[in-house]
């Protein structure tokens, strides 16, 4: 079992590469993590926001396996407490042998292909965050969830 996180977009922000690194490290204690980056697309100014959105996702869906357990971190997804996540989580990895890759699309959101293909979607927040912070927030939470998981005294009920 691995879990990827694949990204529409660099991580462009120096704090954001050193709180992914943070919680790369720590999750290595409990599972194979990796964080795939797809460049963004260039010259973009002659598209649609649909046009971009079926570009990123041909990349999205080229970049999962047919075998992956495919979750989309949507503002339109289901939200859970921290307890909730953990559990849902351990589900998934119990069923076994499939990889998990969850996904942080780009800035107009994923293509219907892409919502097609994912098994579940799940949101973080209410609020918005920027795509760069998502990816540190949802690396903690991934983290945390395995300290949840474990009994380990990280998360404070």
Not at 109 to 115: C, D, H, W
């Amino acid at each position: 079992m691995k879990i990827t996180l694949l990204t529409v977009g660099k991580t462009d922000k120096e704090w954001v590469r050193k709180g992914l690194e943070i919680y790369s490290s720590r999750l290595g204690h409990y599972i194979p993590f990796t964080i795939s980056e797809i460049p963004e697309l260039k010259n973009v100014s002659a598209l649609s926001r649909d046009q971009i959105k079926e570009k990123e996702g041909a990349l999205i869906l080229a970049a999962v396996k047919d075998s992956d357990d495919v979750i989309l971190l949507d503002e339109r997804g289901k939200e859970m407490s921290s307890v909730e996540w953990a559990a849902m989580l351990e589900g998934r990895m119990a069923r076994g042998g499939k990889g998990i890759v969850f996904v942080i699309g780009g800035a107009y959101g994923f293509s219907g292909a892409v919502y097609a293909r994912a098994n579940t979607k799940i949101s973080l927040s209410k609020m918005t965050f920027s795509h760069q912070m998502v990816r540190v927030i949802f690396a903690e939470q991934l983290y945390r969830a395995f300290t949840i998981i474990k009994g380990e005294p990280y998360h404070h009920e």
